[in-house]
Nanobody, 122 residues
């Protein structure tokens, strides 16, 4: 089992920045690819970004490319999402996820966090 706990959400004005963190406990963190998803009210949960187990590969949704950066610190069992140039349409609950195979991150992660709210005001 892996437990994932997100933090760092909040209210920010458009153009501002936030950094989300996801702390993992349980099974060895470094064997998992890690990702971030988001779900806006009334919409499906969407993929945002993912990073491979050793951080040599990252992938982003087109909507966040150039604005968001995913990173991880295996010594701290933590994955981060740096979000810059935030827009009102980025408002959502952001979820952390873990997948044994990065190729399966978008469709079937093995573990999910509980989510953290990000609200971007215009």
């Amino acid at each position: 089992q892996v437990q994932l706990v997100e933090s760092g959400g909040g209210l920010v004005q458009a153009g501002g920045s936030l950094r989300l963190s996801c702390a993992a406990s349980g099974r060895s963190f470094s064997v998992f690819g890690m990702g971030w998803f988001r779900q806006a009210p009334g919409k499906e949960r969407d993929f945002v970004a993912a990073v491979s187990r050793n951080a040599d590969s990252t992938v982003y949704a087109d909507s966040v490319k150039g604005r968001f950066t995913i990173s991880r610190d295996n010594a701290k069992n933590t994955v981060y999402l740096q979000m810059n140039s935030l827009k009102p349409e980025d408002t959502a609950v952001y979820y952390c996820a873990a997948a044994l195979f990065l190729s399966e991150m978008r469709t079937s992660p093995n573990y999910w966090g509980q989510g953290t709210q990000v609200t971007v005001s215009s």
